[in-house]
């Protein structure tokens, strides 16, 4: 595939791979009954939640909930079905010709093809991958997320680093990765600090903001983000948010060494930005007298008070 008629973005890029899948010609042979879309690892998870808008006839198996497009597998089996699913299920609708999608978190295609041995809650599907596609590379393995960042025919054919902070990084961003440009990604090697900007674009603000409030700013972020801020401080700040805690943190803001010094110089910006992290200064000032006053609250006020004094 040439830059010029690649995709925009891996949400796209999956979309086109799982048409290309489902392609026949009709003039030779009948369509196929659906696309399997196996995924041992869960993998793909944030991104189907992002398609289930752009394909109407993306289906999930899963627990019973039709307003999903989620079923057990003899549900799935009879919902592909046309006639079935305009006479019980109206709702669940896409064009005429579409191939459906069959989406099977924590499931391989080692089972679907060991039929003997293929669960019996799976039995149900284990024909339509014979009447139908199983969406998988060439070399016949599911498809990874990377996998496909990096494939240059159907993917994005992006540079993606392959060690394990890189890979959870990548992981923990997917959804925003899943909509960014990939003319943004492309040209460089990707590697964690990549994909956990993706994700916070902003690092020394949202330290300041989990600074002043930690628990109520952790609540306000999803998993993954979270996991973008706590790779960002380990690698830059030399501190774990999970395991050191904030009085840590506070620690090191007011000592200012090394990256923490750039920190310090936002928070100086607009104090009033960040109104808890006066307070957490004052708990975290450590006991040692040689320190520079003027970065501990209480002591800026003691050094106040004594001129006004004087």
């Known amino acids: 595939m040439t830059t010029s008629q690649r995709p925009m973005t ?33 993998q793909w998870r944030p991104v189907v939640e992002q398609l289930r808008g752009m394909m109407p006839e993306l289906l999930t198996l899963g627990e019973y ?10 549900w799935l ?73 990096v494939n240059d025919e159907e993917g994005l054919g992006l540079d993606v680093a392959e060690d394990k902070l890189t890979l959870q990084a990548m992981q923990g961003a997917l959804s925003q990765l899943a909509v960014t440009p990939a003319a943004r990604l492309r040209g460089k090697r990707l ?3 990549d994909f ?7 690092t020394p603000r949202d330290m300041l903001l989990w600074l002043g409030d ?31 805690g904030e009085i840590v943190a506070g620690e090191k803001l007011g000592q200012r060494e090394g990256a923490w010094y750039g920190v310090w110089e936002r928070f100086a ?16 000032k450590p006991k040692d007298l040689f320190v520079e006053r003027d970065a501990w609250p209480d002591e800026a006020e003691t050094m106040e008070g004594g001129l006004r004094e004087a």
Not at 21 to 31: I, L, M, Q, T
Not at 196 to 202: N, P, V
Request: with cysteine; aromatic share 8%.
């Open 77 to 149: 089996r009879t919902v592909i079905e046309p006639a079935v699913r305009a006479e019980k299920f109206p709702d669940l609708a896409w064009p005429n010709g579409t191939v459906p999608v069959i989406y099977m978190p924590g499931v391989s295609r080692q089972p679907l093809r060991a039929v003997e041995e293929c669960p019996d809650a799976l039995k149900p599907l284990v024909e339509l991958q014979y009447r139908g596609a199983v969406w998988t590379q060439k070399n016949g393995k599911d498809w990874t997320v990377r996998a496909f960042l």
């Open 10 to 42: 891996l949400l796209e890029a999956v979309r086109a791979s799982l048409s290309h899948a489902a392609r026949y010609n009709p003039g030779d042979v009948v369509a196929p009954a659906a696309v399997l879309w196996t995924d041992a690892d869960g």
């Open 65 to 74: 909930d039709p307003a999903k497009r989620t079923g057990p597998a003899i």
């Open 196 to 202: 956990d900007k993706l994700m916070i674009g902003d």
């Open 214 to 244: 930690p628990e109520g700013t952790r609540g306000q972020w999803d998993q993954g983000k979270w996991n973008a801020f706590c790779n960002r401080c380990r690698q830059d700040y030399g501190f774990d948010p999970e395991s050191d």
């Open 191 to 193: 590697e964690a600090e």
């Open 269 to 284: 910006e607009s104090p009033t930005l960040y109104p808890g992290v006066p307070n957490l200064l004052r708990r975290a």
